[in-house]
């Protein structure tokens, strides 16, 4: 069974940056796209960047485009999502997701939702408080 696991969350402050992480022993990232999942309290889970699989390219949330960072790391097989400057509104749980259907992320054909992947983490908590 794929088990992605999530690592980096923790609890800091305000205006610091912080950087998860996401691996897999089994699954060679650079074939896929990868894409990152956050859940706030009370909220809808959302969609926050993607990175495809021949290309590199990323994608993000039109909201979140200006302080989060999605990149992969081929030599270690991980790929990371770096947050600058958090603020409490990032207060989540974090979550990654590998599309092994296409190499393609799916935002370019319009998806968002994370059932466009098909493999995921369980989530790393992020609490954002001074």
């Known amino acids: 069974e794929v088990q992605l696991v999530e690592s980096g969350g923790g609890l800091v402050q305000p205006g610091e940056s912080l950087r998860l992480s996401c691996a897999h022993s089994?699954?060679?990232?650079?074939?896929?796209?990868l894409g990152w999942f956050r859940q706030r309290p009370g909220k809808e889970r959302e969609w926050v960047a993607c990175?495809?699989?021949?290309?590199?390219?990323?994608y993000y949330s039109d909201s979140l485009r200006n302080r989060f960072t999605i990149s992969r790391d081929s030599a270690k097989n991980t790929f990371d999502l770096q947050i600058h400057a958090v603020n409490s509104e990032d207060t989540a749980l974090y979550f990654c997701a590998v599309s092994t259907m296409s190499d393609l992320c799916p935002v370019t054909y319009g998806e968002r939702e994370i059932d466009a992947y098909d493999y995921r983490g369980p989530g790393t908590q992020v609490t954002v408080s001074s």
């Open positions: 990175i495809d699989g021949v290309l590199k390219s990323t």
């Open positions: 089994e699954l060679t990232f650079d074939d896929y796209a």
